[in-house]
């Protein structure tokens, strides 16, 4: 049985967004504005002459949809990198940060702004998950010492096409006068993210890890990566740490010990301890986030 | 806990030592098995050291080429392609290697359990898996080669990120337009020259005046010229005061003296530590050295008389090719089989671009031992070879004693030096004179004809 025909709702305005949405997801209408938070402060450091710097750069790198299409425009024809930009932290040494700040500006203004309307926690949620998953690959990466770099970068973004069904999702109910549970929103956003991901990933050109990522991230599908990167492998372990610290009701240290993941990155238990140990600075860094 | 398995020997760690001590003890008959923490075997050597560098090495010198033929044909090569096809090659020559050593593993009857090896005394071990099962072994030998990895020293943050080190810097995604390389022994040598050829600006900084310093100095430097020529450069008779990311976009290093140096990346090679914390030895009774070591004899024998110790673990030359002897060596002494005769010639190879060679002894040693050497030298732009490879820097040296007879040495500098070195190699082992590399004929046009070139020179110093 379909998830969507699970859900206790009634059909009709349920197959009625998601015919609409599917049909944006057709049309390729994937916009993901940013949250209103991030485009304030955006505005206010890009204005301010005297701001630090890195307040702006962590910004960049810690907001999935600024991330996402910071790099995009970083690797459109109109900075000609000599070289495609595949991080955030060779975005800021190649380019620096006046042309970030720069980007950051365009981004928000033309990306517009994410209308959260009564979904402000799950929102919260959303982008809380993707940075955590960013941050846990980094320790993973560091632990196998692999690319760090990637496997954040990869973490940020495996899940993007989640906030931007939310927001369409968001729009046509607005449109529609319909109001669906959350149960339903949570199903379109488990069913289509990998697919919008990946349109994603080709509309803004984003590397090609961050769309194997995107696309085999999943227990079932990690060992179908193609590439010798890891990150497929990396991210699913990543995304089980962000659900097991942002959501601990919802596994149990031993069903998260047994996870075939575990194995299959060579884990031993003194290292999953170590990775889990690293809970506490995450929540710390979630916590600075403007949400 | 399942129930105690008893072998012949034990061997903890799948690298070249333990896989040679492995495949020697089932050989000989016996009931051999192979403890490895990895998923797969084969060691640092096949997955972080020296067949993942050497193919790194291939590709970036297959890209000089096309570099080179760019110009006739006017093309460019992107630095994302340099990037991708280095990896992937890397990761085929890796898979394959790996799987060619878990055949020859399986195919002379040796049991791999896939855990961590810790001792529970001097005749029994733990084998711990990642699902948390555990299995115990004893057996009558026990070969220590558990390897090492990069020394990661406490005022330096390797982040795997900034600041790399010779693991990590192999999964790099593009290349960075600079590199800062501390240390100036064999890997990070190696390093500065490939990145540098693939057009990263790399900064060497040691504490030595020169690299490689255990090698002859006109061979180091030979590479120095060559690396600076191409770009780098090497910063001798240093300190680091402080390293660190300056937290947006680059590692800034302070030297000593106050200089300081900035680069887009850091690669951190000053050494490296062996791997024994895991192991427990004080429940076999084995008491590591000061430098974390363990301390063995002529035959690879620890303190205690049926554990062996074979590899990097037990510390210099730290090279593969003496590490798979060492295992070899360590169970025939075990097993009371004769190894044959000892090898006194054993080269060294340093895979640098251009790549630097020796075998035999130095001139100052053999000054120091004989009271005098006649060195004769050949350099490449002498030999028709060279001129028509466009391998005009290189140099290769040999060292015979005062009279200008025996063959002591032989130390190359130029690329081929590593494959060059053996005939000097079965020189030595020959007990050739040098006469010989002037009285027989080599292939024409060939690097070989350097050794005759040098074998002249010396009889042009012969005193009367
Ligand atoms: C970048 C680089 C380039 C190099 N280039 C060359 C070269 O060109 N030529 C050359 O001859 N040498 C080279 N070397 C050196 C060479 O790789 C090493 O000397 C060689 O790998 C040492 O072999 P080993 O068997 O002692 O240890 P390793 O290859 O390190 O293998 C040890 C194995 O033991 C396992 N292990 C450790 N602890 C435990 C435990 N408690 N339980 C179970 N398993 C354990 C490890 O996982 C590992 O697989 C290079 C090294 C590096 C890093």
Known sequence: ?291 | MSETLHYDILIIGSGPAGQKAAIQGAKAGKRVAVIERDLEVGGACVHHGTIPSKTLRESALNMLRLKRTAGVFDFKLRDDLKVKSLTQRLDHVVKAHSRFIADQIHRNGVTRYHGRGRFLSDREVQVSMTNRTIQRLTADIIVVATGSRPRKPDNIPVDHEHILDSDSILSLTYLPKSLTVLGGGVIASEYASFFSLLGVQVTMIDQADRPVRFMDAELTDGFVQAFEADGGTYHGNQTIAEAKWDGLSKVVTVLGNGEVIEGEKMLMALGRVANIEDLHLEAAGVKPTPRGLIPVDQHCRTSVPHIYAVGDVIGPPSLASCSMEQGRRAVCHALGIDPGGSPETVPMGIYTVPEMSSVGISEEEAVTRFGGAIVGRSRFNEIARGQISGMTDGLLKMVADPCGKKLLGVHIVGEGATELVHIGQMGLLAQMEIDSFVENIFNFPTLGEAYRVAALDIVKQRKP
């Not at chain 1, 770099?149 to 931007?164: D, I, M, R």
């Open chain 1, 1 to 291: 049985m379909s998830p969507l025909l699970a859900s206790s709702v009634d059909l009709e305005p349920v197959e009625q967004v998601r015919s609409l949405l599917v049909d944006r997801i057709e049309k390729g209408e994937l916009r993901l504005p940013l949250l209103p938070q991030v485009a304030h402060q955006v505005m206010t450091l890009t204005n301010d002459p005297d701001s630090d710097v890195t307040r702006l750069a962590s910004l960049i790198q810690q907001d999935q949809a600024l991330a996402g299409q910071i790099l995009s425009v970083a690797n459109s024809p109109a900075y000609m990198p000599r070289s495609p930009i595949v991080s955030l932290q060779q975005a800021v040494a190649w380019l620096g940060m006046k042309h970030l700040a720069d980007m950051a500006l365009m981004v928000s203004i033309q990306s517009g702004v994410f209308r959260v309307q009564g979904f402000e926690a799950e929102v919260k949620a959303l982008w809380r998950h993707a940075l955590a998953t960013g941050l846990f690959g980094k320790e993973i990466a560091r632990l196998g010492r692999h690319n760090v770099e990637n496997a954040f970068l990869c973490g940020l973004l495996h899940a993007v096409g989640k906030p931007v069904i939310l927001h369409n999702v968001i729009e046509i109910q607005k449109l529609q006068d319909l109001h669906l549970p959350w149960n339903s929103i949570r199903d379109f956003m488990e069913e289509f993210h990998v697919s919008v991901g990946n349109l994603l990933t080709e509309n803004w050109k984003l590397p090609d890890q961050v769309k194997e990522a995107i696309t085999y991230y999943k227990d079932h599908t990690y060992k179908h990566a193609p590439s010798p990167t890891k990150v497929a492998l990396i991210t699913c372990l990543a995304d089980h740490l962000a659900s097991y610290l942002l959501e601990p009701t919802l596994m149990d240290e031993e069903t998260l010990l047994a996870l075939p993941v575990i194995q299959d990155m060579n884990l031993y238990s003194e290292d999953v301890s170590s990775l889990l140990e690293q809970g506490e600075p995450i929540l710390k860094t979630l916590d600075s986030m403007p949400l």
